[in-house]
């Protein structure tokens, strides 16, 4: 916390706080070239819940944006995850779903446009459970001044006995820049 | 492991005539921000403007998703003068705010976030910020938040967070 941060609106009244410790960092991969799979490993089950947040633009194609895929455990089998989501594109909100898939989705997670990239922010709840299967949600969108998408994801790894320890993202290639930081909710 | 979620700084609203929030002299030594915002206004359902570094030029622009109880809907506007990436009314609104990569100078800057008003209406927004000189070299070093058409009722509250990571 910077001793130097300002604040200032009329009759306000503000404080700074003490940092508290129920969110560390846990690894981040910021990418010096294109690569199509990132993947963390040796995930520490000592936490309760995980969050990945992304900045991430695939191979530029125009004003387009893509989805990401995500998996657990190098389990990439058909019929393992499901997914559903709500999407807006500017002018209409839809639905989604898909099921027996091999990875999960994050739906708009990904820019496909010059200097814009997605944002995401992934929950992976109770990852280190052995008794029922893993459900994550996301929160992913991209905006290029006229186009995009805003969308809310769900998702379920139907693994109910296996603990993550490792986690895959993939797409067709992210691109330099595109950064991924993998954080423990205490 | 490194802790991180860090306080940086909250805002709570006294008295009834402020329409903006600032966080200034914000530290580039975080990854993401998070404003946490519980707020309500003297009128109606009202987006809050977000904006970056004083800027009020046309170098915004964003897409939401929402329902209102009867339909889910989608708008957008491009080239605007803010995000409107916040939601209140003169009952209670909250929302979550992420502005990802904020201190970087090669982007252009993306915001997420996810706002509700219960009375209302809940919502998505993913928000661009293209600087205000049209480059992408804009660190993000201060952040305005305003209700456009009214004041803040007191008790209002704004909370700034740093994310690092390691």
Known sequence: MSPILGIYASQISGHLWAPTGAYESIATTTLGSGTSTITFSSIPSTYTHLQIRVFAQETVSGAGFDNMNIYFQSDNASGNYAVHSLSGDGSTAFAQAATSRNTALIYNALSQNTSIFGGAVIDILDYASVNKNKTIRALAGVDFNGSGRIGLSSGVWLNSSTAISSITLTASNFTTYSSFALYGIR | ?166
Request: cysteine-free; proline content about 1%; hydrophobic content about 35%.
């Open chain 2, 1 to 166: 492991m490194a802790q991180t979620y860090t306080p940086l700084a909250t805002n709570t609203v006294s008295g009834s005539s402020t329409s903006a929030v600032s966080f200034t002299s914000i530290p580039q030594t975080y990854t993401d921000l998070v404003i946490v915002a519980n707020t309500s206004n003297s009128v109606s359902l009202e987006s809050l403007a977000l904006t970056f570094n004083g800027d009020t030029g046309t170098n915004y622009s964003y897409t939401r998703l929402y329902g209102n109880g009867t339909n889910a809907i989608s708008d957008r506007a491009t080239s605007a003068a803010y995000i409107a990436a916040l939601l209140n009314s003169n009952t209670i609104g909250n929302s979550i705010i992420h502005i990802m990569n904020y201190a970087n100078t090669t982007t252009y800057k993306t915001t997420i976030s996810r706002t509700g008003d219960a009375s209302n209406r809940t919502s998505a927004v993913v928000g661009l910020w293209r600087g205000s000189t049209g480059s992408a070299t804009q660190a993000i070093t201060s952040i305005t938040i305003t209700v456009t058409g009214s004041n803040y009722v007191s008790g209002s509250t704004f909370s700034l967070y740093g994310i690092k990571a390691a």
